[in-house]
Nanobody, 130 residues
């Protein structure tokens, strides 16, 4: 069972920044994707950004493309970050880290279907409010 641990959430004022971290126990030379999703009360879970373990190809949702950036620790490749700048009240949600099972090929990740991801963290709450 792959473990995922998120951290870095909290309360921030509009316009502020947070950096979320996700550390995985997965260790493999195969391809996999790590993504951030978020879910606000009463809303569906939306994909925010993802990164592929191969060349580090990334994808960001249009809604956050100019404000959020996904990256990884290139030394360990076990930790992925989500830098969130210029936060808005509508960014308030619980943020989840998720990872796919390892596979033999595929160097591009996608965030359109949460069910494509096999393991999930417990989430970390982000609240943007003055």
């Amino acid at each position: 069972q792959v473990q995922l641990v998120e951290s870095g959430g909290g309360l921030v004022q509009p316009g502020g920044s947070l950096r979320l971290s996700c550390t995985t126990s997965l260790s493999t030379s195969l391809y996999y994707d790590i993504a951030w999703f978020r879910q606000a009360p009463g809303k569906v879970r939306d994909g925010i950004a993802c990164i592929n373990s191969g060349d580090g190809n990334v994808l960001h949702a249009d809604s956050v493309k100019d404000r959020f950036t996904i990256s990884r620790d290139n030394a360990s490749k076990n930790t992925v970050y989500l830098q969130m700048d210029n936060l808005k009240p509508e960014d308030t949600a619980r943020y989840y880290c998720a990872i796919t099972k390892p596979r033999a090929y595929g160097d591009q990740c996608y965030i359109w279907t949460p069910t494509s991801y096999d393991y999930w963290g417990q989430g970390t709450q982000v609240t943007v409010s003055s």
